[in-house]
């Protein structure tokens, strides 16, 4: 089944303690990105990946990492958690970036990390 | 002033009601533009997408962009129950330092009722 897959679902952490949130494909998919969903303000995009070892910052990197060191894999790092980054998020991935959807279902979404920072 | 602004309602029509959201938009550059519903508790699905100004129809859904005034909305006609939901719109522009970014709204909360 084609899909992408977050962990963990749901995380309780405290400031400063190191995180990672994972996300994977298995679709062959070029594209990968990472948004935050806040009450009020949509979603908003953190990081994104063109390619292995492309990634650009989205619209809100403060505060966060990205890597991609396979094509499968897009983790999301906080090296340094602070309670502003308590959010919603979502990976997703497409075989072109947008807006090159090429078909209603060419762009595919996690199912969200929901994240707590103390 | 933010890129896209959309009003979050939330919207509450009775069910068959012909519903209209709406976004407005500052950059020019944007000329894509998409619309994506997401339920409770799931992630985004993309809904429909078009390109620079005119109207696209699919099924009960109509999109219209007038890039002329910064504006789109979407249409569901005949709502039902399970268009219950919230709405995203969404916008890029292709090529330069914005290849591969979206903007996104703020949403906006659908419920229909029976």
């Known amino acids: 089944e084609a899909q992408v897959t977050q962990n963990p679902r749901y995380l309780i952490t405290v400031t400063g303690k190191k995180l990672t949130v994972t996300c994977s494909q298995n679709m062959n998919h070029e594209y990968m990105s990472w948004y935050r969903q806040d009450p009020g303000l949509g979603l908003r995009q953190i990081y994104y990946?063109?390619?292995?070892?492309?990634?650009d910052k989205g619209d809100v990197p403060e505060g966060y990492k990205v890597s991609r060191k396979e094509k499968r894999n897009f983790p999301l790092i906080l090296e340094s958690p602070s309670p502003n980054q308590t959010s919603l998020y979502f990976c997703a991935s497409s075989l072109y970036p947008p807006p090159t959807f090429h078909g209603l279902r060419a762009q595919y979404f996690g199912p969200g990390t929901r994240l707590l920072v103390l | 002033q933010k890129e896209v602004e959309q009003d979050p309602g939330p919207l509450s029509v009775p069910e068959g009601a012909i519903v209209s959201l709406n976004c407005t938009y500052s950059n020019s550059a944007f000329q894509y533009f998409m619309w994506y519903r997401q339920y409770s508790r799931k992630g985004p699905e993309l809904l429909m997408y078009t390109y620079s100004s005119g109207n696209k129809e699919d099924g009960r859904f109509t999109a219209q962009v007038d890039k002329s005034s910064k504006y789109i909305s979407l249409f569901i006609r005949d709502s039902q129950p399970s268009d219950s939901a919230t709405y995203l719109c969404?916008?890029?522009?292709?090529?330069?330092?914005?290849?591969?970014?979206?903007?996104f709204g703020q949403g906006t909360i659908l419920t229909v009722h029976p």
């Open positions: 969404a916008m890029s522009a292709f090529g330069g330092t914005s290849y591969g970014k979206l903007t």
């Open positions: 990946s063109m390619n292995v070892e492309v990634t």
